[in-house]
Structures are given as structure tokens and as C-alpha cells.
């Protein structure tokens, strides 16, 4: 792959949005090429990264190039655009599910080593790490972050409201957090006076150092935190809410982020395993730990290992793990008619999607019964867990967001160089005894140091100076751009803000803010202070640290417009380059499976839309390209008309789908850029394709609508058959030709 200046980048990731790609990139190629773009494709998936990886095994025509590296040092160049989809952030059961899939297909890769003994395991292990858990995002994401609901969308939100649940004031949700242990209580924080390394190391009671990691770098003005959850204070947290959850008879559900977060919060999380089937694991832990159970990997992992067991001790596991249900709370549901909980897998309950989507429906979240039930939600770290519970008194007392008069709530969110909380997994560590964690520099000088004991989960995080600065100034752009007033959601008592607070304060004052409103406030401040105008209709720009970021562009688009999807998802790189996301969202593995059984792909391509019209606006800014610029601008057209003809694709089989949703917007789009007059030669190029479309509307909307409802096969699930996807994805014969022929 080489990236010219006229070059857009689109990966191919997994799931729901690889398959939309399949029938969506023939579309952008016969547009882009006549503005002479060259839309290349790098694949990113988790499949093609574990081959990336393990290259070495594999025969020469099953080699794939390490394109994440690749795409990496690209963000570094100012030309490069690329579109970014949702990616898996795989938990160790996905990738273990990845690993048998492509074993299966008769690539030689290593089993992953759950637990490691030998230096060879060890080794694979350390390979592996670098796939799971959130691999791809934090090394393209070298720039802060821009999310927004486009006008357009507003408008067809507010035209098309999506369902909200009512809220009662009655309602029993609530969410309950740590007050004490967590690594709030035990933030400390400095900024560097000047560059220096550092390392992380653990003096044990009994005397001994052990290094824990031996170099980061440091910059002048970079700030960093150490903190520490206690074991001993979690678990005690997670008794105290399940015995309450019963003793009170709510529903207990448990969000966290075990993908992003991916070394702490699977522990998090299997503590919660441990503590709900707290019998089972006392009668059987001998047995669990021969059979390598890893609680962490959720109950899947016990039913996984139990499967080899004779078949009357496997049943008197099963038997034991249900009884302990007679002294816990009704736990809250993934997929209740196949007894699928909360806590089967760590990545099925992920903390932004999943608090949204419960809020949007009255606080409720799906029993045992199969019916929507109040929660106890837990969320263990109180430091952003607070803003879910303003929201929620907020419902509670004034009902549910009214998405027809509601107003918006855009994102500035600190991202750049793996900023914070989510670019910590290479600086957490579970503590293996208890004493003093430290963080040393390489003169001897203890920066930052804690008591802590074993078990107890410790990290350092980082944020440099330059995406502070590029930050502020984003949101100071945004809010000029806007016209909306920007709070930074930022905690005075919370150490790590107390000294953003003093940069955002600094360099604010290299911008006229003149006629602009920018606040600071505290989380929950701000939340309430947001509330009080979307509910007034009134706009307001939040401006977060990086979780906060991920939590807020799925918590108010999903009141806003139904879904994160919808969102524009810019992330100007801090080196010139743009990176344009698609929607704000996931990859929704609920729509491979509608589109495997009933070949209905209910994927919403809307931000797909919204990014490529900006990347083709950026390539035209960038290189002084017309016709890019029109390309861009029709598009926005298009994706306009397809909203207010309401084309998105439906969730039920039969009826329009992504694929009958991409045809629509070709439709218009090729109509717009027939109709435009500024350029002869677009006009012309495109006039036939839009009279094609046009004549043949009703025949392609026929071709694509009669394929749904029987089953087909894709192939594969992490490693989709490419060639098959293709077929699937583009069924019309009639708009493949009419494509076909647009291209030349
Ligand atoms: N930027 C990234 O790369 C991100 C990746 N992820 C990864 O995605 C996977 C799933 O995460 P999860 O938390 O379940 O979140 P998702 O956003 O994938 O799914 C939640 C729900 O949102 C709806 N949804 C999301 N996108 C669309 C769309 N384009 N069109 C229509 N509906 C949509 C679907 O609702 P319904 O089923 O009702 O249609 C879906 O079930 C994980 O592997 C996670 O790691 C998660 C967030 C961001
Ligand atoms: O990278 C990930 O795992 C998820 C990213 C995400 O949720 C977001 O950026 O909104
Ligand atoms: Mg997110």
C-alpha cells in the first residue's frame, strides 16, 4: 500500500461493518476514481492482525503484512486519510474463538497460552497481548478527538424520533460505585519539570524490587498518575452490593470496559465472577485451577474448560454453579432465552453502549424471564461512574429525553498519544505481594509512590503536553465554529484534573475568546448543567479526557439519535493528517448473526456517509481538488435526501436493508452530481449512472429485497470468504452493472 496525496485509506475490519464494506467500497471506487482517488484498502481485522503477527508460521500465499504497523507510522505523515471502521477490541474469548477459526482453516498458528509455563508459551503469550483488547484504536488515534450529530441528522432525528422508554420516578435504578479502595481514593498525580525515564517497581515487605516495567519515557510537561484499586476493597464492594441487590430484590448488572481496559478490568471483573459463584469456586477451586479456569474470561470460561470432564462431574459442576443463583440476586441478561448472563463473557457488557441503552429504556435491563427489569447497575470505579447517576436522577424526575426538542451534545475529547486512563494497559500490573509501588526515575528519585498489597490492581497513566494543547485548541475551534458554549467536564478534587486544569486554564489564553462561553466544571456539574439546556433544546459542547469521550458520544447520541452510529467521528492528526471513524459505535455482532440466519444486514452505513464526505472534503482542501470537493459536497446531499426519505436500513427482514440503503444513496448521489453544474466533466460522467439508477430503481429495490429471509453462509465468522461476502453483499445484478459500467 502507498499513499499518494490523492490516496483515501478504508480498513477492513470485522463484523457487521466488514460486511457493509463488501457491498459499500465498489460504490465510493466508481465516485472517487473520477476525482482521480485511489481508495486502497488495509485490512485490520483481528484475523488478518493475528496473521500479521504470526506471519513466520504461515505458508508464502497465507502471509498477510503487518498493516497496523503500517497504518501507524502513516499517521505520522501529513497527507495521509484514512477512514477508520469499527474494529473488535477482542476480550481473550473472542481471540480464542479467532484462533480455533483460522487453526481450523488450516493455518498454522499457536493455541493461545492461557497459562504459560514454558520460556516458548511465554513467549507466544507476549505475541498474542498485542492483539487483544483495544490494539487498533490507540495507535491511529494520534490526535484528539471530534464527535458530533451533523444537522442533518439532528434534523432527522427530531423529524423520525426513535423509541424512548418512559422513566418512573419509582424506578429502583441506580448505579453503585466504590467509595473508598478504587482508584479514585488513591489518585496521585505530578507534572514532569523535565523529560526524564522512568521505571515501575514494587518493594515488597519482605525487601525484595521488583521491576514491574524498566523504561517510559517521559516529556517535559507530560503528566502522570499513579493509582491502585485494592483488591480486598473491591471484593468487599462487590458482597456488600449483591447481598443488598438480594436482600432489596433488584436486578444486579455489572458494566465495565474489559476491552479497552484490557488488563484491569477483566480482573475487575473476575472478582465479580468469583464473588457471585463464591460457593462453587470454594468446592471445586482445586479442580477449576487443573482445568485452568480463568474467572476473568466470565462463567464461559468454566463451561469451556468443564466440557472435557466426565460427564457426572461436569454435571455436578453445572448443578453446584446454579445453586449458588439461591443466594445471589437476579443477575442481569445478555441473551436470556439461551441463559446467557452478565457475566458469562467480559466483552458482551461493555460499560458505553450498555449504560446508554439501558437508560434509553426507562432504566431497565433484560431478566432471566426475558423481561426488562430495574438494575443495581455496578460500576466499580467511581471516578466517571457518577455522571451515569446524575443522568439517571435526572430521568427519574424529569422523564425521558424527548428526542424531538432535545438538544445536542457534541464531544471534545483528549485522545492524542494514547492519552490517560486508555493508554495505560502497558503500565497496570495485578500486584504479586504487598509493598510499595513506586515509580522511580533513573537517578534514584521516587516520583510517585503507594502501599499496596497483593492482588490489588496498580497503573500509571500518562498525558504529554502537545495533545493538551491541541485539545484546547480544538475545543476553542469547535465553540467559535459552533457557536455553542463548551464545558470541560473536569474535577477539581480528582489530582489528574486539578493539573489539567491548570494547563486548559494556561493555554486558553493564547485564543481571543471574545463572544465564546467555555466553562470549567466539575463531572457531575456539568452533566446536570448539560441536562438542564438538552432538555431546554439548548446545545453545549463537552470537552472530556479520553473515557470520558468514549462514555459521552454513546451516551447522548444514543438519547439523541437512537444510535452512535449516526455520529460524525473526526480525529485531526496531530502531524496534518485526518482521520475520519465511522459512527462512534462498535461492531455489533447481534447483525452477523440476523444477517447469517436471515440475510438481513440492519447496519446503519450513516457514518460511514458522514466520514468519507469529510475525508473527500479533506483531500480536496489538501491538494486543491474540485472535484473531490463536489464529490464531497453531493455526497452530503445524498445522505441528506436519504434521511429525509427516511432510507436507513430497518431491523426487520423483508424490509430495506444496508444494501438497499447503500443503492439509495449511489441513487442520489449520481442525481446530484448529474444535476451540479460547476463541473462539465462529473456532470457528464455521472448523468448516465443516475438515469440507470433512476429507470431501474424499483427493479433493484426488488433484486435486493427478495435474497432476505433464508440463511447463507459467509463463510466464516473472524475470516469471512471474501468472495462469498461479495455475492451476498451485492445481489443486484442490475446496480452491479450499472456500477460496472460507471467505472469504464
Ligand atoms: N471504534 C471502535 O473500534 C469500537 C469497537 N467496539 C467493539 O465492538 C464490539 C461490540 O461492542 P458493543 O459494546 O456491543 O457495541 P456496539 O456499538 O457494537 O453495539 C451496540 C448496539 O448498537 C447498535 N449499533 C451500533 N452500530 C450500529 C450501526 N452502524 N447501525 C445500526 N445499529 C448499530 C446495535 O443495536 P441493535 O442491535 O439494536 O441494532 C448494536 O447491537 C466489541 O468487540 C467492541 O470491542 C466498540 C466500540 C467502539
Ligand atoms: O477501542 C476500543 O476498544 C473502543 C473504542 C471506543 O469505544 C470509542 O472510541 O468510542
Ligand atoms: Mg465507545
Redesign the pocket.
Known sequence: MTASKSTIIYTL?????LL?TASFLPIIRTFAAQAGIDVVQSDISVAARILGEFSDNLKPEQKVPDNLAELGRLTQNPDTNII????????VP?LVAAIRELQAGGYNIPDFPEDPKTDEEKAILKRYSKII??A??PVLREGNSDRRAPAAVKRFARKHPHSMSKWSPASRTHVSHMHGGDFYASEKCMTLSKACDVKMELVTKAGETIVLKNKVSLLQGEIIDSMFMSKKALCAFYEEQMEDARETGVMLSLHVKA??MKVSHPIVFGHAVKIFYKDAFAKHGKLFEELGVNANNGLSSVYDKIATLPESKRDEVIKDLHACHEHRPELAMVDSAKGISNLHAP????V???MP?MIRLGGKMWGADGRPKDTKAVIPESTFARIYQEMINFCKTNGAFNPTTMGTVPNVGLMAQKAEEYGSHDKTFEVPADGVARIVDFDGNVLLEQNVEEGDIWRMCQVKDEPIRDWVKLAVNRARLSGMPAVFWLDEYRPHEAELIKKVKTYLKDYDLTGLDIQIMSQVRAMRYTLERVIRGKDTISVTGNILR?YLT?LFP?MELG????MLSIVPLMAGGGMF???????????VKQLVEENHL??????EFLALAVSLEDVGIKTGNNKAKILAKTLDDATGKLLDNNQS?S?RTGELD?RGSQFYLSLYWAQALAAQTEDAELQAHFAPLAKALTENEQKIAAELKDVQGKAVDIGGYFLPDPKKVEAIMCPSATFNAALSAARG
Do not use: F
Open positions: 475490519t470485522d463484523e457487521a461493518p457493509a477508520k471502521l469499527p474494529n473488535i477490541s477482542a476480550s473472542q483488547g483495544s487498533v484504536n476491552t479497552m466483552n458482551d457488557v461493555i458505553d453502549a450498555s441503552a468514549d454513546d444514543i444510535t452512535s452510529a449516526k471513524e465511522t459512527g462512534a459505535g462498535g461492531s455489533a455482532p447481534k447483525h440492519r447496519w446503519d452505513s450513516l457514518g436500513p431491523p444496508n
